[in-house]
T-cell receptor, first 114, second 113 residues
Framework: EAGVAQSPRYKIIEKRQSVAFWCNPI?????LYWYQQILGQGPKLLIQ????????DSQLPKDRFSAERLKGVDSTLKIQPAKLEDSAVYLC????????????FGQGTRLTVV | GNSVTQMEGPVTLSEEAFLTINCTYT??????LFWYVQYPGEGLQLLLK?????DKGSNKGFEATYRKETTSFHLEKGSVQVSDSAVYFC????????????FGQGTILTVHP
């Protein structure tokens, strides 16, 4: 079974530029999550999708971050404009429908804002 | 809100040593508890889980027991190997969605031959 795919693996941008990350979840997984992992910290949930609807985006900085999940499959996370403090690894995870199902994580995109 | 606190790291051990990584949590209700591992260059992987008090999760020689009275979920392994070198994260899920996780800050484990 193919895992969660993310791209790009690495990205370096200047502050105030925009950037987008892409995630392709495991086939059949209805739930998709984006996490932000700052160096030396544990991952923090940014947004959760169920199919193409947002379940929880309470931790998403909506003034600069946006996310969408077209057709309930792939998802894109965008930052515009980026700040230095956005430097982190952005992790995508997905899980199958139902209760108590494990989440599977991608390898992440490492963003450096200079 | 929910929170997870892991012991200060990093941890450095010799091969075959005993490992303990402490984890305590704060949560309302009855959360499920997890240990995730991140090997160098790889994504997060679920190592083990426990979904109710006194449950013991185990996998690959690692164990952790859900202690509600002490709000703890310490990770242990009797004899570590070089291949266990990784970052270990304790996490909890407050609902039925096991992907909606609150993580601790992670503990870097390095095992020397």
């Amino acid at each position: 079974e193919a895992g969660v795919a993310q791209s790009p693996r690495y990205k370096i941008i200047e502050k105030r530029q925009s950037v987008a990350f892409w995630c392709n979840p495991i086939s059949g997984h209805a739930t998709l999550y984006w996490y932000q992992q700052i160096l030396g910290q544990g991952p923090k949930l940014l947004i959760q999708f169920q199919n193409n609807g947002v379940v929880d985006d309470s931790q998403l900085p909506k003034d600069r971050f946006s996310a969408e999940r077209l057709k309930g499959v792939d998802s894109t996370l965008k930052i515009q404009p980026a700040k230095l403090e956005d430097s982190a690894v952005y992790l995508c995870a997905s899980s199958s429908p139902g209760r108590n199902t494990e989440a599977f994580f991608g390898q992440g995109t490492r963003l450096t804002v200079v | 809100g929910n929170s997870v606190t892991q012991m200060e790291g990093p941890v450095t051990l010799s091969e075959e040593a005993f490992l303990t990584i402490n984890c305590t949590y704060t949560a309302t209700g009855y959360p499920s508890l997890f240990w995730y591992v991140q090997y160098p260059g790889e994504g997060l992987q679920l190592l083990l889980k426990a979904t109710k008090a006194d449950d013991k999760g185990s996998n690959k020689g690692f164990e952790a027991t859900y202690r509600k009275e002490t709000t703890s979920f310490h990770l242990e392994k009797g004899s570590v190997q070089v291949s266990d070198s990784a970052v270990y994260f304790c996490a909890l899920s407050g609902g039925t969605s096991y992907g909606k996780l609150t993580f601790g800050q992670g503990t870097i484990l390095t095992v020397h031959p």
